[in-house]
């Protein structure tokens, strides 16, 4: 059996330690050596990013320069159409043949909001899910038939998820990280530090860049 995959979708408007660290501790906790951090172009269930898909992926770039458990992935940011997960994941799994292992991560604010993604069922049926921790959200399901799909799937045994190619879903027992993209957004139009919640050099690329600021002096 080849190694497990996994991949992190997301807008990633501006990526944040929210982001990368609950999957670095996730990726220690089950034994993953790399994760395939793929950034949407034109997320369907939301607004549209601030900042350009290119600026996107340059502060990415900078956030994982120094962390090769990561790498970048262009392909949903080079289409001009939806990306839809279910999509996405059923390339990788003919690019990745049937038996090798795939995962998508999420947060438990995405696991929560699931059942609403479309053709979500068919999402397990070619990856894992596995869920990092996050404040503020409830670890159970509104409706009773999407807990019922939950408590199907899921598994607290990683080797589970190296055992087989999908179908199962992990809750990651990941530290809180009380961040968001919009609260970083939100406290630079204020001019608020952020200095915690994002790797300095991504910082400074929002500075250089006059982003997120409602006013060029601001931050
Ligand atoms: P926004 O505030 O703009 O909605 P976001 O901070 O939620 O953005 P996204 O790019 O939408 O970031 O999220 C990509 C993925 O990262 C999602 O699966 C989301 O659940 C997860 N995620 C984001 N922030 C956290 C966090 N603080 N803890 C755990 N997971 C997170």
Redesign the pocket.
């Known amino acids: 059996m080849t190694a497990l995959k996994a991949i992190?979708?997301?807008?990633?408007?501006p990526?944040?330690?929210?982001?990368l660290?609950?999957?670095e501790i996730l990726a220690n906790l089950i034994g993953l050596s790399k994760v395939v951090i793929m950034?949407?172009n034109v997320?369907p269930h939301?607004p549209q990013?601030e900042a350009t898909s290119a600026q996107r992926k340059e502060m990415l770039e900078l956030a994982i320069a120094d962390k090769p458990l990561f790498e970048l992935d262009e392909r949903e940011l080079k289409r001009d159409t939806p990306s839809y997960t279910s999509e996405t994941l059923k390339a990788w799994r003919q690019e990745a043949g049937p038996d090798r292992p795939l995962a998508f991560?999420?947060?438990?604010?995405?696991?929560i909001n699931f059942p609403t993604w479309h053709d979500y069922q068919s999402i397990l049926g070619n990856a894992h899910l596995l869920v990092?921790?996050?404040?503020g959200y409830p670890m159970a399901m509104k409706e009773e038939q999407h807990q019922q799909w939950l408590d199907a799937h899921l598994t607290n045994r990683a080797e589970d998820l190296h055992d087989s190619p999908s179908g199962k879903i992990y809750l990651a027992e990941?530290p809180?990280?009380?961040?968001?993209?919009?609260?970083?957004?939100e406290r630079l139009q204020k001019g608020e530090s952020c200095a915690e919640m994002l790797p300095a050099a991504v910082l400074a690329y929002i500075h250089q860049h006059g982003l997120y600021q409602a006013i060029s002096e601001a931050g």
């Open positions: 992190y979708g997301g807008t990633f408007d990526v944040h330690y929210g982001h660290k609950p999957v950034p949407n997320p939301r990013p991560i999420i947060g438990q604010d995405s696991l990092c921790r996050r404040p990941t809180w990280f009380d961040i968001s993209a919009t609260l970083i957004r």
